[in-house]
């Protein structure tokens, strides 16, 4: 209620403010949690604004990287990079409301229920149904999506380094040179969309070879290997990049439309890549 005002700006309204603050922990439940909301357009927005919110493995990512190059400034950068994300969310909600999703205002009337004692039963029932159908849709997209992900970075020897994904990282320099990354973070990218957590390990993977293994030598490749501008525009690109697996198995399950799936994973990777551009190009001048 107290968001509603505010929520009205992207085509929302109060009841779209729990589903998306849900994303901080992870943004699967928050694109569950819009089954909450009553206008199907509304819904359908909060669905696509919900991978804008940075998870908890985005921020580890961030974690990680950020004291590398910018040591003490680590955590305003870390805050800067959030605050980042949730301007583009508002952004985005702004041109999606007023371009894409083009509707009437949905007024806010909240009826407050009957408070009672929580049957046991019931929750149990509720999170087993629940579970059940979300593993039975979204779970086989999942683990067929996470199969062809692995068999990409394994295939044809059995190694990331000269794997099938990593060729497609090599294809890609080109793109990622505009950023100041190498093959081997592109490849970093792609792999996080399992998980975006695999980032970290996948740097781990392709510069074992440079200043020895552990932390301290995955830390110490990473300096050698980018400049504080390059490494900014990476975690630009990690925190507004598209969502793992999971996320976009739940979307799907959620719209019942792999054409509204695309448009919010198309839409994510062109702000997130333009960003990168973006904050390197600036970067480098200053």
Same mark, same amino acid.
């Given at each position: 209620?107290?968001?509603?005002?505010?929520?009205?700006?992207?085509?929302?309204?109060?009841?779209?403010?729990?589903?998306?603050?849900?994303?901080?922990?992870?943004?699967?439940?928050?694109?569950?949690?819009?089954?909450?909301?009553?206008?199907?357009?509304?819904? %359908?927005?909060? #669905? $696509? /604004?919900?991978?804008? @919110?940075?998870?908890?493995? *985005?921020? =580890?990512? &961030?974690?990680?990287?950020?004291?590398?190059?910018?040591?003490?400034?680590?955590?305003?950068?870390?805050?800067?990079?959030?605050?980042?994300?949730?301007?583009?969310?508002? %952004?985005?909600? #702004? $041109? /999606?409301?007023?371009? @894409?999703?083009?509707?009437? *205002?949905? =007024?806010? &009337?909240?009826?407050?229920?009957?408070?009672?004692?929580?049957?046991?039963?019931?929750?149990?029932?509720?999170?087993?149904?629940?579970?059940?159908?979300?593993?039975?849709?979204?779970?086989?997209?999942? /683990?067929?999506?996470?199969?062809?992900?692995?068999?990409?970075?394994?295939?044809?020897?059995?190694?990331?380094?000269?794997?099938?994904?990593?060729?497609?990282?090599?294809?890609?320099?080109?793109?990622?040179?505009?950023?100041?990354?190498?093959?081997?973070?592109?490849?970093?990218? /792609?792999?996080?969309?399992?998980?975006?957590?695999?980032?970290?390990?996948?740097?781990?993977?392709?510069?074992?070879?440079?200043?020895?293994?552990?932390?301290?030598?995955?830390?110490?490749?990473?300096?050698?290997?980018?400049?504080?501008?390059?490494?900014?525009?990476?975690?630009?690109?990690?925190?507004?990049?598209?969502?793992?697996?999971?996320?976009?198995?739940?979307?799907?399950?959620?719209?019942?439309?792999?054409?509204?799936?695309?448009?919010?994973?198309?839409?994510?990777?062109?702000?997130?890549?333009?960003?990168?551009?973006?904050?390197?190009?600036?970067?480098?001048?200053?």
């Amino acid at each position: 209620y107290v968001m509603d005002r505010f929520m009205h700006l992207m085509g929302l309204h109060g009841k779209s403010f729990m589903p998306l603050f849900l994303g901080f922990g992870c943004n699967v439940p928050a694109v569950a949690g819009s089954r909450i909301i009553d206008s199907p357009r509304a819904r %359908l927005l909060t #669905i $696509l /604004l919900a991978p804008l @919110v940075p998870c908890a493995a *985005r921020m =580890a990512v &961030i974690v990680f990287v950020a004291p590398v190059f910018f040591g003490a400034a680590a955590a305003i950068v870390a805050w800067g990079l959030v605050a980042l994300s949730l301007l583009v969310l508002v %952004l985005a909600g #702004i $041109l /999606l409301n007023r371009w @894409v999703l083009r509707g009437e *205002r949905a =007024a806010f &009337i909240m009826e407050l229920p009957l408070y009672h004692l929580p049957s046991a039963r019931t929750i149990g029932i509720q999170v087993w149904q629940n579970s059940r159908d979300f593993l039975k849709r979204a779970g086989t997209l999942i /683990l067929v999506m996470s199969i062809v992900v692995w068999a990409l970075s394994t295939l044809p020897h059995g190694r990331l380094e000269s794997s099938y994904l990593a060729a497609a990282g090599r294809a890609l320099a080109p793109l990622g040179a505009l950023m100041g990354l190498d093959w081997r973070m592109l490849v970093a990218l /792609l792999t996080s969309f399992v998980a975006k957590e695999n980032a970290i390990a996948t740097m781990g993977v392709l510069f074992a070879g440079s200043t020895g293994s552990g932390t301290a030598g995955l830390e110490a490749a990473l300096a050698n290997a980018l400049t504080p501008a390059a490494a900014l525009a990476f975690l630009v690109v990690q925190i507004l990049f598209v969502p793992c697996v999971a996320t976009v198995a739940a979307m799907h399950q959620e719209t019942r439309s792999w054409a509204w799936t695309g448009l919010g994973v198309g839409l994510l990777l062109v702000v997130s890549l333009g960003g990168g551009i973006a904050v390197y190009q600036a970067a480098k001048v200053f």
